[in-house]
């Protein structure tokens, strides 16, 4: 895999990333990895869906790793598994984005290896990336860069268009469980 994606042409835009077959990460000596992510979980998160196309067929891998980076150029990140099947597919084609609302559990339970929780995914074909229907927002992105990030790829997107559903509130994940927002919290 380090391979590929050394070869990978957007590592043009990654100026400063460090090889990938160069760095490996090393955790504090003490580190225990699960306490590690337990405590990691402590920060509550909304969740979103990466999708993308591959063979004529549309796919997805449940994400809470997005954040922002840029506005100019308009970037978002996200921190994809080494071993993700979906992250080849995402450092070299358009994908998108999509945020997950609260009634989308079963949307975001079936791309994250439960392929029986969700009912159809109803997909919008449009000029970008496949997105899915009824997601609270989306950003329709361009693979920009991939850094290394130890057992995980940072993965830039470029923005190249990008929605939102106002009347839609948003799943959230914390401490292992799913979430929503409690009644008035939020400033609609
Ligand atoms: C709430 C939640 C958040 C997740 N966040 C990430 C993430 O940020 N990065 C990642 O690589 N996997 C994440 N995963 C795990 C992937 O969704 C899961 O491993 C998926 O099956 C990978 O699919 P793939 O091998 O087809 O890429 C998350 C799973 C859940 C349930």
């Given at each position: ?9 957007i ?27 337990n405590?990691l979980?402590?920060?509550a ?6 999708t ?5 067929t ?7 790793s ?7 150029p ?18 070299e ?12 559990l ?19 074909i ?6 899915i ?8 992105c ?18 190249a268009?990008?929605?939102q ?10 401490r ?13």
């Amino acid at each position: 895999m380090t391979e590929l994606m050394w070869n990978s042409e957007i590592y043009e835009n990654a100026a400063d990333a460090r090889t990938l077959g160069s760095a490996v990460a090393t955790p504090a000596p003490h580190a225990d990895p699960r306490q590690l992510r337990n405590t990691l979980g402590n920060f509550a998160t909304g969740v979103t869906v990466l999708t993308y196309e591959s063979g004529d067929t549309y796919h997805g891998v449940t994400v809470n790793s997005f954040t922002s980076v840029s506005l100019d150029p308009p970037l978002v990140l996200v921190s994809m598994m080494r071993t993700s099947r979906a992250l080849t597919y995402l450092l070299e084609r358009p994908f998108a984005i999509n945020i997950m609302g609260d009634d989308q559990l079963t949307t975001a339970l079936q791309f994250a290896g439960k392929p029986d929780a969700g009912a159809p995914i109803e997909w919008v074909i449009d000029d970008g990336a496949p997105r899915i229907n009824g997601s609270l927002a989306y950003f329709q992105c361009t693979p920009w860069a991939g850094y290394d990030g130890g057992d995980h790829v940072l993965l830039l997107g470029k923005v190249a268009s990008y929605g939102q559903q106002d009347d839609t509130r948003p799943l959230l994940f914390y401490r292992g469980t799913w979430g929503a927002l409690a009644d008035g919290s939020d400033n609609r």
